[in-house]
C-alpha cells in the first residue's frame, strides 16, 4: 500500500511497534489523547462491547465517572487514566482488539492513538516522531531511531494511509495530531 501523503522524514526515520515483543503498551502508560465528537460518539454507541475486557478498576470508573476525565488537550476532554494507564488499555488496547476481531484496528481507536508515531509539525507537515526530531519530548524507546533498523516508510504504511484518509476528510472530520 503506498500513499502520496508528504511525511517530511520518513525516508530517513525507522520505527517499529514491537508490542507484546519486548514492549507491554507503554505508549498507553499514562495515555490521555483528546477525543473528538465523532470518537465518542462511536465509543458511546459500543460501550457496553469494551467494558467485559476493561481492568475491574477501569470497569468501574467508566461505569460510575464514564471514559473522559475533565482534563482537554487541543480544546477536547481526554480519556481518563486508572492506576496509571489508559482507561481502555488491558494487555493491550481494548479499541483496537475489539476492532482487528470485527475486520478494523482503527474502529474505534482515538484518531491520537491510531496515528501513532505520526504527528504533526507547527507547519501542518506530517512527520515520523523520533528522538531529536522537532523537539520530541516523550521518551519512549521505540521513538528511539537507534532502536529499529526497520525503515519506517515500511513499518508506518497503514498509520500513512490512514493520515492521508485524515488530511483528505480534514474538513468534515478534523484530525489535528501532535
Same mark, same amino acid.
Given at each position: 500500500?503506498?500513499?502520496?501523503?508528504?511525511?517530511? %522524514?520518513?525516508?530517513?526515520?525507522?520505527?517499529?511497534?514491537? !508490542?507484546?515483543?519486548?514492549?507491554?503498551?507503554?505508549?498507553?502508560?499514562?495515555?490521555?489523547?483528546?477525543?473528538?465528537?465523532? &470518537?465518542?460518539?462511536?465509543?458511546? $454507541?459500543?460501550?457496553? +462491547?469494551? #467494558? /467485559?475486557?476493561?481492568? /475491574? *478498576?477501569? =470497569?468501574?470508573?467508566? &461505569?460510575?465517572?464514564?471514559?473522559?476525565? %475533565?482534563?482537554?488537550?487541543?480544546?477536547?476532554?481526554?480519556?481518563?487514566?486508572?492506576?496509571? @494507564?489508559?482507561?481502555?488499555?488491558?494487555?493491550?488496547?481494548?479499541?483496537?482488539?475489539?476492532?482487528?476481531?470485527?475486520?478494523?484496528?482503527? =474502529?474505534?481507536?482515538?484518531?491520537?492513538?491510531? #496515528? !501513532?508515531?505520526?504527528?504533526?509539525?507547527? +507547519?501542518? *507537515?506530517?512527520?515520523?516522531?523520533?528522538?531529536?526530531?522537532?523537539?520530541?519530548? @516523550?521518551?519512549? !524507546?521505540?521513538?528511539?531511531?537507534?532502536?529499529?533498523?526497520? /525503515?519506517?516508510?515500511?513499518?508506518?504504511?497503514? &498509520?500513512?494511509?490512514?493520515?492521508?484518509? !485524515?488530511?483528505?476528510? *480534514?474538513?468534515?472530520?478534523?484530525? $489535528?495530531?501532535?
Amino acid at each position: 500500500m503506498r500513499s502520496s501523503l508528504p511525511v517530511v %522524514n520518513l525516508s530517513e526515520a525507522t520505527y517499529e511497534c514491537i !508490542f507484546g515483543r519486548g514492549c507491554d503498551g507503554i505508549c498507553c502508560q499514562n495515555g490521555r489523547p483528546p477525543i473528538y465528537p465523532d &470518537e465518542a460518539e462511536r465509543i458511546d $454507541a459500543n460501550l457496553q +462491547k469494551f #467494558l /467485559p475486557h476493561l481492568r /475491574p *478498576e477501569a =470497569r468501574q470508573l467508566v &461505569e460510575k465517572q464514564g471514559y473522559l476525565s %475533565n482534563r482537554r488537550k487541543l480544546g477536547l476532554p481526554m480519556l481518563r487514566v486508572v492506576g496509571g @494507564w489508559c482507561i481502555f488499555f488491558h494487555q493491550g488496547c481494548v479499541l483496537h482488539k475489539v476492532g482487528s476481531a470485527e475486520g478494523d484496528k482503527y =474502529r474505534y481507536k482515538p484518531c491520537a492513538c491510531s #496515528l !501513532f508515531p505520526l504527528a504533526r509539525n507547527d +507547519k501542518g *507537515e506530517w512527520y515520523v516522531r523520533q528522538h531529536g526530531y522537532e523537539n520530541e519530548k @516523550w521518551n519512549l !524507546f521505540c521513538l528511539d531511531p537507534h532502536a529499529s533498523t526497520k /525503515p519506517a516508510a515500511e513499518s508506518l504504511q497503514d &498509520e500513512v494511509a490512514l493520515a492521508e484518509h !485524515f488530511t483528505r476528510a *480534514e474538513e468534515r472530520t478534523p484530525c $489535528a495530531v501532535g
